[in-house]
C-alpha cells in the first residue's frame, strides 16, 4: 500500500517496526537541525513580524556575516539565512 499526501509536500508518513519514518523534503520543515534558518522561519520560530526582523537589523543588533548571509552572495536582492541561536543571543532570548 502506498501512502497518499493530503497535501503537495506534505511528508509521508509510515509506521516502521513501531517507529513513526517520515520522508519529506528537508525544505518543508518547519527548523531543520541545521542552525541556519530563512527569514520566515526565523520569524516564527521568534515570533516577531519581518518588518520588526528587518527594523532589529537596522537598528544594528544583528550583523551581516555573523547573525545573517546571503544565500547568493553574488547577486544584490538575495535571499538570506540567518543563524538561529546567534540571533537568540543577540536579542536576550537565550543566556
Known amino acids: 500500500m502506498t501512502p497518499t499526501r493530503p497535501y503537495k509536500g506534505a511528508p509521508v508518513a509510515f ?3 513501531g ?3 517520515a520522508a519529506s523534503d528537508p525544505r518543508s520543515w518547519p527548523l531543520r537541525d541545521s542552525l541556519w534558518c530563512t527569514t520566515s522561519e526565523l520569524c516564527s520560530h521568534l515570533a516577531i ?3 520588526t526582523l528587518f527594523a532589529i ?3 544594528g543588533l544583528l ?3 555573523r ?3 546571503a544565500k547568493n ?3 544584490a536582492r538575495s535571499h538570506l539565512l540567518w543563524h538561529r541561536q546567534r540571533c537568540e543571543l543577540a536579542l536576550g ?3
Do not use: E
Open 57 to 59: 537589523r537596522k537598528a
Open 63 to 65: 550583523k551581516d556575516g
Open 15 to 17: 509506521f516502521a517496526a
Open 19 to 21: 517507529v513513526l519514518a
Open 49 to 51: 513580524s519581518r518588518s
Open 73 to 75: 552572495p553574488t547577486s
Open 67 to 69: 547573525h545573517l548571509v
Open 93 to 95: 532570548r537565550i543566556s
